[in-house]
Every structure is written in C-alpha cells, then in structure tokens.
C-alpha cells in the first residue's frame, strides 16, 4: 500500500514544484512565512511594546488556539474535506468542563471525559460524511448548530470560573519572564507529530493522495473512508482539547467560548497554502499563515487600529491568499508555455 | 445531482422516462414532506395552546418569516448553480443600514428601498466577479466578502443605532400592517419568490442554471454562458439580501453594526431543509422558502409549548442533518430501484 501511494500523489507534486521552478515563481508557503518574518521584524522595530515579553507571550497564547486546531484542519483540507463544527465543539467542551466542575467532579477526570466528547463530536461529523457519503460542508454546517446548541442547553448561560489555580497558571501563565507560555510545549509536541505524519508517513502521503483524487486514491488501495474518519476523528478531539485550554486561558467556561473560531482557522489554512480544492500544501505554510494572522492582529491592536477594520484586513487576506496562488499559477504556466513553444505545453488547463 | 448522474448510464430506452418520473415523485415529495411536518407542528402547537394561532399569532409567524424568506429565495439560486454565498448576512446588515441612514435624512421610503437593493446587487456583482473570473471556491470568497463587509459596516456604523423613531411613520407601518391577516411584508415575500420560481422553471437562462449546476463541465460544452449565469445569481442574491435589509428596517426598526451577523448560516439551513442540494442543480426556491418557514415557525413554536429557548440552536442544527441525511438515503434507495429496474429490462431483453 505505501508504495502505491507515493506513485500515485508523486507526480503530481513533482509536476507543480517543476512548474513553479520553470516560471520562476516563489512556492506560496515559503513566501507566508517570509511575510511573516517581515511582519515580525518590522513589528520589532516600529510598533512600541511589541517587543516585550508579556506581549509576545499573550501573541502566543491567544494564537494557539486557532494553532492546535488548524493542525489536524490542515490534514482535513489537504484530504479535500472541512469541518466548520470545531469552533461549537470546543465551545462544547468548554462547557462541559464547566458543568462537570459544578457537579463537583475533579479535574483530572473532567479532561479526559472531555476529550471523550470530541471523540463523539467527530464521530458523528465523520460517519455522516463516510457513511452517507454527505459533503462534510453541509453536515458540519449542521453539527455546528447542532454542538453549539447542546452546549447551551448544558451549561445556559453561566460562566464558571473557579478551575484550581495551577491549571490556569498553566493556561495563562509563562515561564518566568519569558516569552514563552506553558501551553507552549504541548503544542510543539503536537506540532512535531503533525509535521511528521503528513510529511513523512504513508498516512500522510495517502492523505494528498485522497485530495489530489479520492477515485485514484481508492484504486491504489488507500483505505479512504477509514482514513477520512479517522482525520474527522483527531479533528474533534482536538477541538475538545482547545475548549479546555480556552476555558482555562480566558479563566472562564461558557457555552459561547471560541464562537467563530471555525473562521478563523479556516482563513489562517488558506492563507498558508493550503488548497481548499485539496491535494496541495504543507503544515509549514499552514502554521505560518495562523502566526501570520495573530501576529498582525497583535501588532494592530497595538497600534490602536481598530476591531472593525481588523476584520477587514483578514477579509481581504482572504480573498488575496485565494485568489494570489491561482493567478500565479496561470502566470507561472504562461511563463512555462512561451518559453517551451516549440515543445507541447505540460499542462494546458489550470486545475480548478 | 447524484441520483440524476448515477442511474441510466446503460442504452436510454425507456427507462430515462420512468426514471425521471420517480425522481420527480421524490422531489415533489420532498416539498410536501417540509410542508407536512410544517402543519403537522403548527396543527400539534396549535392544540395545546389555542392562542397560538390567533389572528396576531398567524401575522407574527408570517412577519418572522419574510426576511428569511427572501434571502433564502436568492442563496438557493445561488446554491443551485452549486456555488454558495457566505456574506448575505453582512450585506443584509450594511443595506439596513444604508436605507436607514437614507430615511433618518429625510429621504423617501420607496428610494431607500430601491438604494438598499442596489447595494446588495453591487456586493452580489463583487462576489459574483470574484467567484466567476477568480474561478476561486465559492465558499472561500465569499467568507473573505463576509468580513470584509461586516468591517466595512462596523466602521460605518461605529457606535451609532438606528431606531424606529428616526423613521418616517409611513416605513414603520409598513412594515407592521397588512390586508387581513397577511402582512404586506409577506406579500412582497411571496411576489419575489413566485417571479423568481417561475424564472428558473420557465426562462432558458433559469434552466441554464440548473444545468450549470448539476455538471459544471457538461453546461460549458453546451455553450451555458457559465460566468454570466453564475454572476446573475450572485446578484440576485446579493439585491435579495438588499431588500431584506431594507424590510428588517421597516420590521424591526433597529439597527446597529451587529445587525444580520450570524445570519449566513440560518439562511443556508434554511435552503438545505428545504431540499436544495449542496452539491447544486436540484431543489426549488419554493422548497428553500418553506424550509425558511419551517426553521423561523420552530422559533414561536418553542415558546408557545412552553419549552425553554435554548434548545432552538441545537433543533435547527438536529433538523439540518436529518434533512440531509433523509435527502441521501432516499437518493440512495431511488438509485437502487433504478439500478434493479434496470437490471431486470436487461435480462429480459436477452431473456
């Protein structure tokens, strides 16, 4: 089976990185995390208490949400799938963190019943999508509703907030004067896997394989639906798990914790790279595009610019980080075709 | 979509015909079966509350109904042509806006309306070049249009509201009466869906919408404008989100820069509950209306049964996936009476 899908989602990545070689175009993640660098370097310099460590920590704390769940969103989007139900599903287990803890339960059991609840949450996005064959657009659409209103009937509108002190100085806290918060590690260690098994496992290989073409992906073996639920699986326990370190950092349980968080990451996704047709991109990119966005979002705050035209600016990053690899795209092949015009052109048609 | 694509690849004898006439059965059901639980609730809330359907009751269930209506009638051509629009909850705030600010002025009622259906249209036309001439994913742009457009509104609007006494008598009631127990509001509703239904059943360019959205590839080889058609619906879209816009003002008389958000996604549970498929080129802006009826009618329903309201997010949400879910596995079961149909006509014609 590994072999089988190397062969099939190879060619089609070594095709694209010899296109973009030809034309002389920069490949799209690469140049996410130069523009993050930029920005970090232009930020450093300019934009007063950027630089403290106390900013860079609340910087990093209050990305890393969007962070944890854009890593198993990345390999979801890669395999040709979303799910816009994370955002309800960490809401969700925030608020069932907050209604166990009233119970009187103690916390070292409510974190695993919560990640349990993501296990479920993405059982049941990803048994429809599997099983029915339903596009997972409109079932998350569905759960999302769904997740968001069940937490609402769980907790109603209270707000707990009395968690046992050293877990939310591990939520919010850093070490020492440092920049670095303690939530910080998991991360990296999640960050360390994640980059690992889509870019160096056979998973992770089937996983372009089953976005570039889920036909030939099942035709080389690949067990498809098993991988996809399996993908809708990690994405739901994560979630779970950014609900308890949202509830945890923001000292505070409530139904509508990280409401519009599925937008976010989806956007900081896009903006790394990654192809929302599927098949294309890399967890570099994607992880640059999230930093990118919560840097720039700090650095206006900062800045004094204001909530609105911040929404703004990620609007329009959007649309750029969506439209700016397509039309490089065509111009690179353009570029390719001119200068081979006495040879067939390799590939005529952009891949819509 | 799937059941049309799957089922007659063999010689199109008769079955095409026999085919075709199922599906459509399922179709049509599938209008009634919205409308069957839709009486069936009302009929049962009805029942154990009498004032429910009291004369105020019924044009309280209308009115709620209208604004949904109306944007559900445009995003399910929008969903027809397999594309979707994320950002009519913003524009439907920044029109209400608009016309609002328009009348707080002086203005009349009828050009504030027709100002806040142009820039409606005019996002529709941005939307529609960006998805059409970008060849982007739909879903993609048009979540970029969505905050775009709420930040534009925000910085507009800032801290300023809207009330219903900035406006002219003339708008408010409007907005609150009606010829019996219907409102106006709702009879504007019913003109637009009925021209726009009959647009897509009877107008080449209405079919050509369908047939772009069932096979996107098939409709260009057919010679479909496919980007002209697609840029229509978006504008269409877009000036239906307008309007409403305008007629949430005249209803509710209150607007602020919050105004409509969130509203994207009631809109498109509404469509798919009222079996307009996702994956494009099948379902009615009649059903999407009566889908919107459905969702916005469970919100009094709740109360009037005396269950508490938190439970109506997690409903809607439950009633979307079973609408999905029921839509597939009755495609599913369709596909294979077809399938046995056929296999049978093929044995008997070597029989």
């Known amino acids: 089976m590994p072999e089988l899908t190397k062969n099939s989602a190879v060619p089609e990545l070594t095709k694209h990185s010899a296109l973009a070689r030809f034309g002389g175009a920069v490949r799209w993640d690469s140049a996410v995390g130069a523009l993050l660098l930029v920005l970090l370097i232009c930020s450093f310099s300019f934009v007063d208490n950027f630089g403290n460590a ?16 854009a890593l198993p969103m990345t390999m979801l989007v890669i395999s040709g799938e979303v799910d816009l139900s994370v955002g309800s599903t960490a809401g969700l ?49 569905g759960t999302m509703a769904a997740y968001r209103g069940i937490a609402q009937i769980v907790l109603g509108s209270d707000s707990v907030t009395d968690f046992p002190t050293q877990y939310l100085d591990f939520g919010a806290g850093r070490i020492g004067d440092t920049f670095i918060p303690y939530a910080l590690f998991p991360f990296l260690v999640l960050l360390a896997i994640a980059v690992v098994v889509l870019h160096a496992t056979p998973t992770g290989r089937s996983l372009f394989a089953i976005g570039a073409s889920e036909e030939a992906a099942r035709f080389s073996g690949i067990r498809v639906k098993r991988l996809k639920l399996s993908m809708f699986v990690t994405t739901g326990v994560l979630s779970a798990l950014t609900g308890v370190f949202w509830a945890l950092h923001y000292a505070s349980a409530r139904y509508d914790n990280a409401t519009g968080l599925e937008l976010s990451v989806i956007a900081a996704v896009l903006l790394g790279g990654i192809d929302f047709d599927g098949g294309k991109g890399t967890l570099g990119g994607a992880i640059a595009g999230v930093f990118l966005l919560g ?58 | 979509m799937t059941v049309t694509a799957t089922p007659v690849r063999e010689e199109a004898v008769p079955e095409p015909a026999a085919g075709r006439r199922l599906i459509d059965k399922v179709f049509k059901a ?51 042509t397999r594309n979707v629009d994320l950002s009519v909850g913003s524009v439907l705030g920044i029109s209400a806006f608009a016309a609002g600010t328009y009348l707080q002025d002086g203005g009349s009622s009828l050009i504030a309306i027709l100002l806040a259906v142009a820039l409606g249209a005019l996002f529709g036309a941005l939307n529609g070049a960006l998805v059409s001439l970008g060849k982007v994913p739909a879903l993609v742009v048009t979540l970029g249009t969505l905050y775009i457009v709420r930040g534009i509104d925000s910085i507009w609007v800032g801290s300023q509201q809207i009330t219903a006494d900035d406006l002219p008598n003339g708008f408010v009631d409007f907005g609150h009466d009606g010829i019996w127990v219907v409102p106006y509001l709702a009879l504007l509703a019913l003109a637009v869906l009925a021209a726009v239904g009959y647009y897509l059943r009877s107008y080449r360019s209405g079919r050509e919408m369908y047939a772009l959205g069932s096979s996107p590839e098939a409709a260009t080889l057919a010679g479909v404008p496919v980007r002209k058609r697609i840029m229509t619906a978006y504008v269409l879209c877009g000036a239906l989100a307008g309007l409403a816009g305008a007629l949430y003002l005249a209803r509710f008389g209150n607007v602020d820069s919050a105004t409509g ?25 009649y059903g999407a209306a009566l889908g919107a009826l459905l969702l916005t009618s469970i919100n009094s329903v709740l109360p009037a049964i005396g269950v508490s309201s938190v439970w109506v997010t997690a409903i809607n949400g439950i009633l979307l996936l079973l609408a999905i879910a029921v839509d597939r596995i009755l495609a599913l079961r369709v596909a294979a009476v077809l399938r046995k149909q056929a296999a049978q006509l093929r044995s008997a014609r070597h029989a």
């Open chain 2, 261 to 285: 958000s969130g509203y994207e996604l009631t809109v498109v549970s509404a469509v798919v509950v009222g079996g307009v498929a996702f994956t494009g080129g099948s379902g009615s802006v």
């Open chain 1, 54 to 69: 106390l900013n860079l920590s609340f910087l990093i704390g209050n990305t890393l949400p969007i962070a944890l769940i």
């Open chain 2, 30 to 80: 599938r209008e009634l079966a919205v409308a069957a639980v839709l009486l069936v609730m009302l009929g049962a809330t009805q029942l154990s509350n009498t004032e429910f359907l009291s004369e105020q009751g019924i044009k309280d269930l209308l009115l709620n109904a209208t604004i949904l209506v109306l944007v559900a009638t445009g995003q399910a051509v929008v969903v027809i």
């Open chain 1, 93 to 141: 287990s925030g608020a069932v963190m907050g209604a166990l803890w009233n119970a009187g339960m103690a916390i070292e059991t409510i974190i695993p019943i919560c990640l349990l609840l993501g296990v479920v949450c993405g059982l049941v996005n990803g048994l429809l999508v599997t099983r029915l064959g339903l596009p997972s657009l409109a079932v998350t659409i």
């Open chain 1, 295 to 352: 840097t720039l979002q700090n650095a206006m705050s900062l800045q004094n610019v204001s909530a609105q035209s911040q929404i703004v600016v990620t609007g329009v990053l959007l649309v750029i980080s969506v439209l700016g690899p397509r039309i490089g795209r065509q111009v690179a092949q353009a570029r390719a075709r001119r200068r081979t015009a006495a040879a067939p052109p390799p590939q005529a048609a952009p891949s819509t």
